[in-house]
């Protein structure tokens, strides 16, 4: 039994079933699981809830007046109030469900920019962003003659605020950054970022995919005009994210979407719609993955984020140290683990990426490799991608040690 990190959170890890299990051929090995940057695991209680919610309280919201209806409503409406909490939001009506984070960034790409924008004008991102934070603004920039500047990132792989302010100018309209690199890890200063945009007159959307699972946010206190994130990175189902705005820019943005529940009255000559949130939810949405997102944040809640940052703290620390003890390994960004969460990505010299998943995969080891959907990112480093080991607070220091172990194969395999 390997001795447990001083933070442990070791009960957490006995709520999430799959940890259990064995991956790979025959009886398998016990599961790794290291790949949490991409997706969280399930605890019980998110499993229960969606379970439950389709045992026992399945309708249609919204629409019914029975009894079931009138449930599955409250129980969304319920879920709505419980995220809006989590995240700091003032008013529950800034919380607009979205599939995603994807979703919810191209929300704001179409509604809030799509119109407003004019040819021209200029959007600041950096290159660091994930795709989902680039591909909707190149769309657009596309449609509507609109000048994307990149921020760039430094050596260590963050982002110098000089370099940043010196992309913005009299045309920035808007500045979209992440808030946490999911390739390197990088905690961005935000902070600072959403001053410099708001000295130069620019709306600003941060990109929390990964900030979130990482910390408590208070997105009212960040001042930007946009948050969005994913709720399957927070313990949370699949298909459910959030897009945060603040409201009267919310109210002032035309629909995203058109279809049923969106709207205050239609005839054949035309229609008026709600205000947000239901605005920018056209059609069903997902009722049971908002009342699960809702059910993850009881459960996170639950566990303490100071405890969470703690272990998942302790775990980089180690990992990090365990790792450049290996020859030929390189660990890329930021060099402080201060600076980032607990997101290591490396490169070994004789290894390919692909290859180093792959053996780690024979011993049950979940990591990622390739390029993190952040390409322009890996093209500033001159590499075509990296292998990524991202924790949760459920994993442990048994963990570590199987993916140094794992590693040392690669070392044997490939010299
Ligand atoms: N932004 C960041 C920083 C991400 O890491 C991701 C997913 O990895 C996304 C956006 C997109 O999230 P989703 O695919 O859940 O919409």
């Not at 370099?163 to 890890?185: D, E, K, M, W």
């Not at 994210?241 to 409201?247: D, H, I, M």
């Amino acid at each position: 039994m390997p001795t447990p990190l001083p933070t442990d959170l070791s009960r957490a890890r006995a709520d999430f079933p799959i940890l259990a299990r064995s991956v790979g051929r025959g009886e398998g090995k016990p599961l790794v699981y290291l790949d949490n940057a991409a997706t969280t695991q399930k605890p019980l209680a998110v499993i229960e809830t969606v379970d439950r919610f389709y045992r026992h309280e399945n309708a249609n919201i919204h629409r019914g007046v029975h009894y079931l209806s009138m449930h599955a409503t409250d129980a969304y409406d319920r879920a709505r109030e419980r995220v809006a909490r989590a995240i700091g939001a003032g008013d529950p009506a800034e919380v607009v469900f979205t599939r995603g984070a994807t979703e919810a960034i191209n929300l704001v790409a179409s509604s809030f920019a799509g119109d407003r924008f004019q040819p021209g004008d200029e959007i600041v991102l950096t290159v660091m962003e994930h795709h989902a934070n680039i591909v909707p603004w190149q769309l657009l920039a596309g449609r509507r003659g609109l000048v994307l500047k990149w921020a760039p990132v430094t050596d260590s792989g963050e982002i110098d605020p000089d370099a940043f302010r010196r992309c913005f100018s009299p045309r920035t309209r808007l500045a979209a950054f992440t808030q946490v690199s999911n390739a390197l890890g990088t905690v961005n200063p935000v902070d600072e970022m959403v001053r410099i945009a708001r000295e130069h007159g620019a709306h600003v959307l941060i990109d929390g995919a990964q900030g979130v699972p990482h910390g408590q946010i208070e997105v009212a206190r960040l001042g930007a005009d946009f948050y969005t994130f994913s709720g399957h990175k927070v313990c949370g189902p699949d298909g459910i994210g959030v897009l945060w705005g603040r409201r009267e820019l919310l109210d002032a943005m035309p629909p995203y979407q058109g279809g049923g529940d969106m709207i205050e009255r239609v005839s054949i000559d035309g229609t008026t719609f709600r205000r947000s949130p239901e605005r920018f939810e056209a059609g069903t949405p997902n009722i049971s993955g908002a009342i699960g997102l809702g059910a993850a944040f009881d459960y996170l809640d639950g566990l303490g984020w100071d405890a969470i940052r703690r272990h998942e703290h302790e775990l980089l620390c180690e990992a990090t140290a365990r790792l450049q003890e290996i020859d030929g390994l390189r660990v890329l960004g930021p060099s402080q683990p201060g600076s980032k969460v607990a997101v290591i990505s490396f490169t070994m010299d004789s290894a390919h990426p692909h290859d180093i998943g792959t053996i780690l995969d024979t011993e049950g080891v979940a990591i990622r490799a390739g390029h993190h959907c952040a390409q322009p990112l890996m093209q500033h480093f001159g590499i075509a991608g990296t292998a990524r080991a991202s924790f949760a607070f459920y994993n442990n220091r048994d963990d570590i040690d199987r993916l140094v172990a794992g590693l040392t194969k690669v070392k044997k395999f490939f010299g």
